[in-house]
């Protein structure tokens, strides 16, 4: 049976860990002593009914509220370091709406969310300013290659990210957190939402990230696809971590199916 006290093998080595995390809005305790941790070529599955704490979760872990407990980036205490500086240490995270630039073109948002990689200097700009429109060349290609990767057709790079189909805008909203040089990516109900197809692109891009050594924390209310691509699930309910194991683990513990399916008369 997993249990809420289970250590595993990567936690000396984890990219990402989070240790007794507690989030209180007054008097209201939305999330209480919880505490995991992702390797660099792992997916950590994170599920609950609706009001667990889940969200409250990847909250605390960027910083975004106040919080007690601590995180570590790659052994770096990183509990008080501002959430967009977060971001560019490679602590990255989607939400549960698309996230993008509704007045860009999709090729423009991708270029936007890996600007910071290839933008010149003010100097080079004023006084090269060939050497920048090569840097903005360049820029254009690996967001052309970025969105490849993420399985967005060449067809949808011109036009608006509202014109594109809904499962594209899924995609889309995790290539522009991805963007270049993410170590971890938390991701708030990708499948939010999908269906059919769409799901299975979005486990098999899900799958290529893990393959890059990304380590990939997934809050998700679809079960069949979180078991079938977790390589470890922590479950919440009210605020408390009840279990934490692998998929097969989690099927079979009570408390799990208490949560989801209420007590047996």
Not at 55 to 83: I, P
Not at 99 to 123: H, M
Not at 205 to 217: D, N, Y
């Amino acid at each position: 049976m997993a249990s809420s006290g289970e250590t595993h093998r990567g936690d000396a080595a984890a990219v990402l860990r989070v240790e007794s995390l507690t989030v209180q809005y007054g008097a209201l305790v939305a999330l209480r002593d919880v505490s995991w941790s992702v390797d660099a070529d792992q997916i950590l599955g994170i599920i609950g009914p609706n009001g667990a704490g889940k969200s409250s979760c990847f909250a605390a872990v960027t910083n975004a509220v106040s919080h007690r407990g601590r995180v570590f980036l790659e052994d770096n205490d990183v509990s008080s370091v501002r959430t967009f500086d977060l971001a560019s240490r490679g602590l990255r995270r989607t939400f549960q709406q698309n996230s993008f630039f509704g007045e860009l073109t999709v090729l423009q948002n991708a270029a936007a969310a890996i600007v910071r990689d290839y933008s010149a200097n003010l100097a080079t700009s004023l006084f090269m300013p060939w050497r920048e429109m090569a840097t903005r060349r360049h820029a254009e290609l690996a967001a052309a290659q970025l969105l490849d990767f993420f399985g967005i057709a060449a067809q949808y790079h011109h036009q608006l990210p509202g014109d594109i189909p809904y499962g594209v805008q899924r995609l889309l909203s995790v290539a522009l957190a991805y963007g270049t040089g993410a170590k971890v990516l938390l991701l708030d109900e990708p499948a939010a939402g999908l269906s059919g197809g769409d799901m299975k692109k979005l486990a098999d891009v899900l799958i290529s990230l893990r393959k890059r050594k990304l380590a990939l924390v997934v809050i998700e209310h679809h079960m069949d696809l979180i078991m079938s691509i977790a390589d470890r699930i922590v479950m919440i309910d009210q605020g408390v971590m009840l279990a934490t194991g692998a998929p097969a683990e989690i099927q079979r513990d009570p408390l799990v199916r208490e949560a989801y399916l209420g007590r047996d008369e």
